[in-house]
Protein backbone atom coordinates (compact mmCIF):
# COMPACT_ATOMS: atom_id res chain seq x y z
CA UNK A 1 0.00 0.00 0.00
CA UNK A 2 2.83 2.63 0.99
CA UNK A 3 4.64 2.07 -2.50
CA UNK A 4 1.58 2.89 -4.09
CA UNK A 5 0.77 5.91 -2.53
CA UNK A 6 4.41 6.45 -3.07
CA UNK A 7 4.00 6.06 -7.01
CA UNK A 8 0.82 8.28 -7.35
CA UNK A 9 2.26 10.78 -5.12
CA UNK A 10 5.34 10.52 -7.39
CA UNK A 11 3.14 10.63 -10.82
CA UNK A 12 1.01 13.82 -9.19
CA UNK A 13 4.24 15.75 -7.84
CA UNK A 14 6.49 14.84 -11.52
CA UNK A 15 3.18 15.76 -13.61
CA UNK A 16 3.34 19.05 -11.72
CA UNK A 17 6.58 19.74 -12.30
CA UNK A 18 6.24 19.02 -16.54
CA UNK A 19 3.43 21.08 -16.54
CA UNK A 20 5.68 23.90 -14.82
CA UNK A 21 8.26 23.55 -17.42
CA UNK A 22 5.43 23.67 -20.18
CA UNK A 23 4.09 26.38 -18.55
CA UNK A 24 7.32 28.28 -18.18
CA UNK A 25 7.92 27.44 -21.88
CA UNK A 26 4.84 29.21 -23.02
CA UNK A 27 5.77 32.36 -21.22
CA UNK A 28 2.52 32.29 -19.01
CA UNK A 29 2.59 35.48 -16.89
CA UNK A 30 3.59 34.33 -13.21
CA UNK A 31 0.64 36.41 -11.90
CA UNK A 32 -1.54 34.07 -13.38
CA UNK A 33 -2.95 31.73 -10.83
CA UNK A 34 -2.27 28.59 -12.61
CA UNK A 35 1.55 29.53 -12.92
CA UNK A 36 1.51 30.60 -8.77
CA UNK A 37 0.28 27.46 -7.94
CA UNK A 38 2.42 25.46 -9.95
CA UNK A 39 5.84 27.58 -9.21
CA UNK A 40 4.56 27.75 -5.19
CA UNK A 41 4.28 23.72 -5.33
CA UNK A 42 7.58 22.84 -6.47
CA UNK A 43 9.71 25.31 -5.45
CA UNK A 44 10.87 23.47 -2.52
CA UNK A 45 12.93 20.46 -5.51
CA UNK A 46 13.54 23.05 -8.18
CA UNK A 47 15.16 25.61 -6.69
CA UNK A 48 17.93 24.02 -5.27
CA UNK A 49 18.34 22.12 -8.59
CA UNK A 50 18.71 24.71 -11.06
CA UNK A 51 21.70 26.11 -9.02
CA UNK A 52 22.93 22.87 -10.73
CA UNK A 53 21.39 23.14 -14.20
CA UNK A 54 20.66 26.18 -15.99
CA UNK A 55 17.74 26.07 -18.39
CA UNK A 56 18.21 24.76 -21.85
CA UNK A 57 16.64 26.44 -24.57
CA UNK A 58 13.47 27.96 -23.29
CA UNK A 59 13.05 24.57 -21.17
CA UNK A 60 13.44 24.61 -17.56
CA UNK A 61 15.89 21.58 -17.32
CA UNK A 62 15.73 21.92 -13.50
CA UNK A 63 11.51 20.57 -13.64
CA UNK A 64 12.96 17.60 -15.73
CA UNK A 65 15.18 17.06 -13.69
CA UNK A 66 13.70 17.12 -10.36
CA UNK A 67 11.20 14.70 -11.98
CA UNK A 68 13.45 12.11 -13.06
CA UNK A 69 15.09 11.86 -9.83
CA UNK A 70 11.67 11.49 -8.33
CA UNK A 71 10.87 8.40 -10.06
CA UNK A 72 14.38 6.93 -10.08
CA UNK A 73 14.10 7.40 -5.98
CA UNK A 74 10.76 5.91 -5.99
CA UNK A 75 12.72 2.57 -8.46
CA UNK A 76 15.44 2.82 -6.01
CA UNK A 77 12.97 2.71 -2.90
CA UNK A 78 11.10 -0.19 -4.17
CA UNK A 79 13.91 -2.39 -4.90
CA UNK A 80 13.90 -5.47 -2.85
CA UNK A 81 16.38 -6.11 -0.12
CA UNK A 82 19.63 -7.45 -1.81
CA UNK A 83 18.85 -6.89 -5.71
CA UNK A 84 21.13 -4.66 -6.64
CA UNK A 85 23.65 -4.30 -9.10
CA UNK A 86 24.70 -2.62 -12.54
CA UNK A 87 21.75 -4.63 -14.98
CA UNK A 88 19.05 -3.29 -12.15
CA UNK A 89 20.65 0.29 -11.70
CA UNK A 90 20.82 0.97 -15.32
CA UNK A 91 17.26 -0.80 -15.60
CA UNK A 92 15.58 1.63 -12.91
CA UNK A 93 17.45 4.83 -14.47
CA UNK A 94 15.83 3.43 -17.61
CA UNK A 95 12.46 2.87 -15.98
CA UNK A 96 12.46 6.48 -14.73
CA UNK A 97 13.02 7.61 -18.04
CA UNK A 98 10.21 5.74 -18.98
CA UNK A 99 8.03 6.81 -16.51
CA UNK A 100 8.87 10.50 -17.39
CA UNK A 101 8.10 9.90 -20.91
CA UNK A 102 4.90 8.83 -19.88
CA UNK A 103 4.16 11.50 -17.11
CA UNK A 104 4.86 13.94 -19.84
CA UNK A 105 2.20 12.37 -22.51
CA UNK A 106 -0.64 12.86 -19.65
CA UNK A 107 0.48 16.45 -19.34
CA UNK A 108 0.59 16.73 -22.61
CA UNK A 109 -2.69 15.06 -23.37
CA UNK A 110 -4.53 17.25 -20.89
CA UNK A 111 -2.91 20.57 -21.90
CA UNK A 112 -4.56 19.35 -25.57
CA UNK A 113 -7.52 18.92 -23.58
CA UNK A 114 -7.44 22.36 -21.89
CA UNK A 115 -6.38 24.10 -25.09
CA UNK A 116 -9.70 22.38 -26.99
CA UNK A 117 -12.22 23.45 -24.39
CA UNK A 118 -10.97 26.97 -23.95
CA UNK A 119 -10.50 27.56 -27.37
CA UNK A 120 -14.37 27.14 -27.45
CA UNK A 121 -15.05 29.20 -24.42
CA UNK A 122 -12.50 31.34 -23.72
CA UNK A 123 -10.73 32.23 -27.24
CA UNK A 124 -9.05 35.33 -25.32
CA UNK A 125 -7.89 33.81 -22.08
CA UNK A 126 -3.80 34.21 -21.79
CA UNK A 127 -3.80 30.52 -21.17
CA UNK A 128 -5.09 30.20 -24.73
CA UNK A 129 -2.11 32.12 -25.93
CA UNK A 130 0.35 30.13 -24.12
CA UNK A 131 -1.31 26.66 -25.02
CA UNK A 132 -1.14 27.47 -28.59
CA UNK A 133 2.60 28.51 -28.18
CA UNK A 134 3.01 25.15 -26.94
CA UNK A 135 1.46 22.79 -28.70
CA UNK A 136 1.73 24.88 -32.51
CA UNK A 137 5.12 23.45 -33.00
CA UNK A 138 4.05 19.90 -31.58
CA UNK A 139 0.85 19.77 -34.37
CA UNK A 140 2.77 21.33 -37.23
CA UNK A 141 3.46 17.88 -38.58
CA UNK A 142 -0.11 17.75 -39.00
CA UNK A 143 -1.09 20.45 -40.35
CA UNK A 144 -2.71 18.85 -43.11
CA UNK A 145 -5.86 18.13 -41.09
CA UNK A 146 -6.44 21.52 -40.88
CA UNK A 147 -9.69 21.87 -42.52
CA UNK A 148 -10.91 25.55 -43.24
CA UNK A 149 -11.71 27.17 -39.60
CA UNK A 150 -11.75 23.24 -38.62
CA UNK A 151 -8.24 21.91 -36.50
CA UNK A 152 -7.96 18.54 -36.37
CA UNK A 153 -3.99 18.09 -35.98
CA UNK A 154 -4.22 18.02 -31.84
CA UNK A 155 -6.71 14.79 -32.65
CA UNK A 156 -3.99 12.88 -33.95
CA UNK A 157 -1.41 14.13 -31.58
CA UNK A 158 -4.23 12.82 -28.44
CA UNK A 159 -4.36 9.45 -30.42
CA UNK A 160 -0.70 9.37 -30.34
CA UNK A 161 -0.19 10.35 -26.90
CA UNK A 162 -2.52 7.67 -25.74
CA UNK A 163 -1.08 5.13 -27.98
CA UNK A 164 2.32 5.36 -26.12
CA UNK A 165 0.57 5.60 -23.17
CA UNK A 166 -1.59 2.33 -23.72
CA UNK A 167 0.43 0.37 -25.68
CA UNK A 168 4.18 1.50 -26.37
CA UNK A 169 5.18 2.44 -23.41
CA UNK A 170 3.77 -1.21 -21.80
CA UNK A 171 5.24 -3.20 -24.62
CA UNK A 172 8.83 -1.58 -23.80
CA UNK A 173 8.04 -2.38 -19.99
CA UNK A 174 7.60 -5.77 -20.58
CA UNK A 175 10.29 -6.31 -22.81
CA UNK A 176 12.83 -4.77 -20.18
CA UNK A 177 11.28 -6.60 -17.40
CA UNK A 178 11.72 -10.40 -19.50
CA UNK A 179 15.74 -9.17 -20.10
CA UNK A 180 16.10 -8.57 -16.68
CA UNK A 181 15.09 -12.23 -15.28
CA UNK A 182 17.39 -14.64 -14.23
Given at each position: ?????????????????????????????????????????????????????????????????????????????????????????????????????????????????????????????PLVAVLNRVYE??????????????????????????????????????????????
Open positions: MFNQFAALLADALAMLLLARCLLQYGRLNYMHPLAQFCCRSSDWLVKPLRRLLPPLGGLDSACILAAWLLYLLLSFINLPSGMFGWPIAAADVLLAALALTRSAAYVLLGGLLWRMVLSLSQTYSPLCRPFAFLRIGRWDFSGSLLALLLWGWIGWGLPAIIMHLNFLLLP
